[in-house]
């Protein structure tokens, strides 16, 4: 599985941007796809996913700012940001995962793209 996000960029606090997340190769074999960020100096946190059935979660942080949301028919993956706030500045990661019966879970990475929120 190979992720490829796009739609970063700079905004002033109170904007809007939307990124997508494109998957290539096996997607058949994904159950969940997530958004998540990095912030310098912090860990990697999750602040959005999607399951079948269009299960969505949301971080605390960013719940009814941020919409997760898929087209199976084109292979993508969005997160709508609104109302963004400085501290939503990171990098953000596409992530696909694939659970097996067992349990096991196998992460796919994008390579990131920035968002910088000015205040």
């Known amino acids: 599985v190979q992720l490829q996000a796009s739609g970063g960029g700079t905004v002033q606090a109170g904007g809007s941007l939307r990124l997508s997340c494109t998957a290539s190769g096996s997607v058949l074999i994904i159950d969940t796809m997530s958004w998540f960020r990095q912030a310098p100096g912090k860990q990697r946190e999750r602040v959005a996913l999607?399951?079948?059935?269009?299960?969505?979660d949301y971080a605390d942080s960013v719940k009814g700012r941020f919409t997760i949301s898929r087209d199976n028919a084109k292979n993508m993956v969005y997160l709508q940001m609104n109302n963004l706030k400085p501290e939503d500045s990171a990098v953000y990661y596409c992530?696909?995962?694939?659970?097996?019966?067992?349990?096991?879970?196998?992460?796919?990475w994008g390579q990131g793209t920035q968002v910088t929120v000015s205040s």
């Open positions: 992530n696909a995962r694939r659970t097996y019966y067992t349990g096991l879970a196998v992460d796919y």
């Open positions: 999607i399951r079948s059935a269009d299960v969505t």
